[in-house]
C-alpha cells in the first residue's frame, strides 16, 4: 500500500523550531521528487518546498527561504523539513507530497500535520 505519513507537529513558541519527517511506505522515495506544502485557516495551499534525487535540487519559498532546510535519508525512505525561527504566520497544516515535478503533478499526498506557532 503506497503512503506518506507525516509526522512532528505540535505547538512551538515564535522563534522556536520544529523538525517535520515525511516517511513512505509502498515505493522508493528516492524515484519521487518530494514537496512540502502547507495550508493555513482560510487560506490556499502554499508550496514551501521540494528536493529531488540530486541534493543539489532543492527549491524554498521566500517566505521560508534562509529559515527551512530540506532534507531526506533515502535508507530511511525519509524526507525531513527542519523549521527554524519560526513565526506565528507558519501556523498550518503541513504535507508532503511526491511527485515529478517540484511542487506540481505530485502523486501520492499524505494527510498532514498541523504547526502551531503562538506564545
Known amino acids: 500500500q503506497v503512503q506518506l505519513v507525516e509526522s512532528g507537529g505540535g505547538l512551538v513558541q515564535p522563534g522556536g523550531s520544529l523538525r517535520l519527517s515525511c516517511a513512505a511506505s509502498?515505493?522508493?522515495?528516492?524515484?519521487?521528487?518530494i514537496g512540502w506544502f502547507r495550508q493555513a485557516p482560510g487560506k490556499e495551499r502554499e508550496g514551501v518546498s521540494c528536493i529531488g534525487s540530486s541534493l543539489n535540487s532543492i527549491y524554498y519559498a521566500d517566505s521560508v527561504k534562509g529559515r527551512f532546510t530540506t532534507s531526506r535519508d533515502n535508507a530511511k525512505n525519509t524526507v525531513y523539513l527542519q523549521m527554524n525561527s519560526l513565526k506565528p504566520e507558519d501556523t498550518a497544516v503541513y504535507y508532503c507530497?511526491?511527485?515529478?515535478?517540484?511542487?506540481?503533478?505530485?502523486?501520492?499526498w499524505g494527510k498532514g500535520t498541523l504547526v502551531t506557532v503562538s506564545s
Open positions: 507530497a511526491a511527485g515529478v515535478g517540484c511542487l506540481y503533478d505530485m502523486d501520492y
Open positions: 509502498g515505493f522508493t522515495l528516492d524515484d519521487y521528487i
